[in-house]
């Protein structure tokens, strides 16, 4: 079984609809993120969370909000959908290291989302 | 702004051969960074990464190099196989926070 999870995996929607992207982990980890990725852009980071009562915005927050439900949820919602958040969602999620360490992310399947 | 970049958005090497996929980054309070390899319909995955404080990291056929005087970084695949055909990004950290992720590199290995 996978270990971050997402869903749906596809979704097409229209412009002005509200929209929840969900993601589930069993790692175990305190710390998720969400990420976009674009064409030539790569991956941006749009909101992470460090642990349940800890939400911070990432560089393109702006038509965003989230909601961190338990220790494995980490919700992306999409208040009024417009054709330019058209993208490949990701979540993912890493350990809380040590001091000065470094813990890689572990990233789920993507959402692919269009808005029409 | 982008403070990480990869500036060939493609790349095409022979099997066998060597492939080298370049990153070069703006921010020197940058400490940590990593490549992570991307196939279709997946999420991406950690390859290799390295501290600030190396030069050099060695895993298998992967091999990550670090010059922070000119702000760049290397990841060298020897020898390249089929299943190295991938999207690569580079990344970059600040302590133990958020990523900053490059534009990614689309590599192709041919037969």
């Known amino acids: 079984d996978a270990d971050v999870t997402q869903t749906p995996r596809n979704r097409i929607t229209k412009t002005g609809k509200r929209i929840m992207l969900e993601c589930s982990q069993t790692?175990?980890?305190?710390?998720m993120y969400w990420y976009r990725q674009d064409p030539g852009l790569g991956l941006r980071l749009i909101y992470y969370s460090f642990d349940v009562k800890d939400i911070n915005k990432g560089e393109i927050s702006d038509g965003y909000s989230v909601s961190r439900q338990a220790q494995a949820k980490f919700s992306l919602s999409l208040e009024s959908a417009i054709p330019n958040q058209t993208a490949l969602y990701f979540c993912?999620?890493?350990?809380?290291?040590?001091?000065?360490?470094?813990?890689?992310?572990?990233f789920g399947p993507g959402t692919r989302l269009t808005v029409l | 702004d982008q403070q990480v970049k990869q500036n060939s958005p493609s790349l095409s090497v022979q099997e066998g051969r060597i492939s080298i996929l370049n990153c070069d980054y703006t921010?020197?309070?940058?400490?940590?960074f990593l490549w992570y390899k991307k196939y279709p319909a997946e999420g991406p995955t950690f390859l290799i990464s390295?501290?600030?404080?190396?030069d050099k990291n060695e895993d298998g056929r992967f091999t990550v190099f670090l010059n922070k005087s000119a702000k760049h970084l290397s990841l060298h695949i020897v020898p390249s196989q089929p299943g190295d055909s991938a999207v690569y990004f580079c990344?970059?950290?600040?302590?133990?926070?958020?990523?900053?992720f490059g534009q990614g590199t689309r590599l192709t290995i041919n037969p």
């Open positions: 993912a999620t890493s350990d809380l290291g040590d001091v000065g360490s470094y813990n890689e992310q572990f």
């Open positions: 990344a970059a950290s600040q302590g133990a926070q958020k990523l900053v």
């Open positions: 790692k175990g980890h305190d710390r």
């Open positions: 390295i501290s600030s404080i190396k």
């Open positions: 921010n020197s309070m940058f400490d940590y």
